[in-house]
């Protein structure tokens, strides 16, 4: 992408402070941003940061490192990340409602004959998170588990080189 994704802007906000306010918006507390060596620009808004310093890894030392510093009182986790700018706040409403019905069941997103993120995976499933390794997200644990889901279309559209964000903005 010719620099750090998620410090890209859409409509003059970085892709992750947009993504931060649309999880602050739909009532997530607390939201922990996973970020790299870099001011994530993140002032005024309620949200921890924790630098990965594995970042080099893959998607799952993000995870990990998300995981690892939530109190002992966070009964699931909301997953997304900032490359999927059409993972709004209704959107995310919409999940966390549907998580709510069944508390120990994951919850995710489905598109393009899968499923993916965002997902709300609860605490049991925790130790699987952090277990995770190299590029890998969630999905493995999503498809064994009876996961509710939420239809998202355009949920496949990620931004992963610049003509994809042109694309977005268009």
Do not use: H
Request: proline fraction near 7%; glycine fraction near 8%.
């Amino acid at each position: 992408m010719g620099g750090t994704k998620a410090l890209l802007r859409i409509d003059g906000e970085t892709l992750l402070r947009r993504t931060v306010r649309a999880a602050l918006e739909a009532g997530c507390d607390p939201v922990v941003a996973v970020i790299g060596a870099w001011d994530p620009g993140l002032e005024g808004m309620k949200v921890q940061t924790v630098v990965n310093s594995e970042a080099s890894e893959g998607m799952a030392s993000s995870i990990r490192r998300g995981i690892t510093v939530l109190l002992p009182e966070v009964r699931a986790a909301l997953i997304l990340t900032v490359d999927q700018p059409a993972a709004d706040t209704v959107l995310l409403r919409n999940l966390l409602a549907l998580a709510a019905r069944d508390p120990e069941r994951p919850a995710a997103c489905a598109y393009a004959d899968t499923l993916g993120i965002p997902a709300i995976l609860p605490r049991r499933l925790f130790p699987d998170l952090l277990a995770l390794s190299g590029d890998r997200g969630a999905k493995a644990i999503l498809v064994r588990e009876a996961t509710a889901t939420l239809p998202f279309p355009g949920g496949e559209a990620d931004l992963d080189v610049p003509t994809d964000l042109e694309r977005f903005k268009r």
